[in-house]
């Protein structure tokens, strides 16, 4: 497998997370559907890559004033137990499994967010 893709699937990754998309629904596609990485390495690939991504994130929201830090503790306590399990499962899970969960996940996603243009297309009409 050749750096250079492998390279350009990161970056793309990383720009839809830095857009707020999440890259993995497009980092993780990539890596398993163009360049034949199994499913389970390539989720583990975005787990590893959201922890910088993250942190960065987090920081630059925080320097604008932009965090919210009532219950912020308590979001991340139980979203870092729930990350661990949900790496521990996947190492276990058939890829097959894998695939068609993390395909059903971005199916839900993009329902949500047809749902939520379409209430955003109808409030603008009422105005």
């Known amino acids: 497998m050749s750096f250079y893709l492998l390279f350009l699937c990161g970056v793309a990754g990383g720009i839809f997370g830095g857009m707020g998309m999440g890259g993995g629904t497009l980092l993780?596609?990539?890596?398993?559907?163009?360049?034949g990485v199994?499913?389970?390495v390539a989720q583990g690939v975005n787990l590893l890559s959201f922890l910088p991504m993250s942190?960065?994130?987090l920081s630059v929201h925080a320097?604008?004033?932009l965090l919210v830090k009532e219950g912020l503790f308590q979001l991340i306590l139980p979203a870092l137990i729930f990350s661990a399990l949900?790496?521990?499962c996947a190492a276990f899970l058939p890829s097959r499994i894998l695939g068609r969960g993390f395909g059903l996940?971005?199916?839900?996603?993009?329902?949500f967010s047809f749902s939520s243009a379409l209430r955003g297309s109808s409030d603008k009409k009422t105005l």
């Open 55 to 57: 942190l960065i994130a």
């Open 28 to 35: 993780i596609p990539l890596l398993t559907l163009f360049l």
């Open 63 to 65: 320097k604008n004033g």
């Open 38 to 40: 199994p499913q389970g």
């Open 105 to 111: 996940l971005l199916i839900v996603l993009s329902l």
């Open 86 to 88: 949900g790496a521990v």
